[in-house]
């Protein structure tokens, strides 16, 4: 069992920045894969970023590559979420997963966070 706490998420201009935070507690927090899924009202739920369980691998969707930056610090069993230049199509609720795979797909984790909302304004 793993619990996920997303937090962070605010009111950010476009252009501005942001660092939303995922803290866990439970299971051994280091050996899984921690993915950043986000949700805007009316829309499917859709994938962020992944990094791997050493932090060593990471992914990102086409429309936050070069802005975003997902890290993870395993001394503090925290995941982080970087937005930089944040546009206002990336209005959504913001939710960190944890899963044993590294994955895009949000049916592949097992553990989920409550979401935290981050809004930009133009």
């Known amino acids: 069992q793993v619990q996920l706490v997303e937090s962070g998420g605010g009111l950010v201009q476009a252009g501005g920045s942001l660092r939303l935070s995922c803290a866990a507690s439970?299971?051994?927090?280091?050996?899984?894969?921690v993915g950043w899924f986000r949700q805007a009202p009316g829309k499917e739920r859709e994938f962020v970023a992944f990094?791997?369980?050493?932090?060593?691998?990471?992914s990102y969707a086409a429309s936050v590559k070069g802005r975003f930056t997902i890290s993870r610090d395993n001394a503090k069993n925290t995941v982080y979420l970087q937005l930089n230049a944040p546009k206002p199509e990336d209005t959504a609720v913001y939710y960190c997963?944890?899963?044993?795979?590294?994955?895009?797909?949000?049916?592949?984790?097992?553990?989920w966070g409550q979401g935290t909302q981050v809004t930009v304004s133009s």
């Open positions: 997963a944890a899963g044993i795979s590294q994955s895009a797909a949000d049916n592949e984790y097992d553990y």
């Open positions: 990094i791997s369980w050493s932090g060593g691998s990471t």
């Open positions: 439970g299971r051994t927090f280091s050996r899984f894969a």
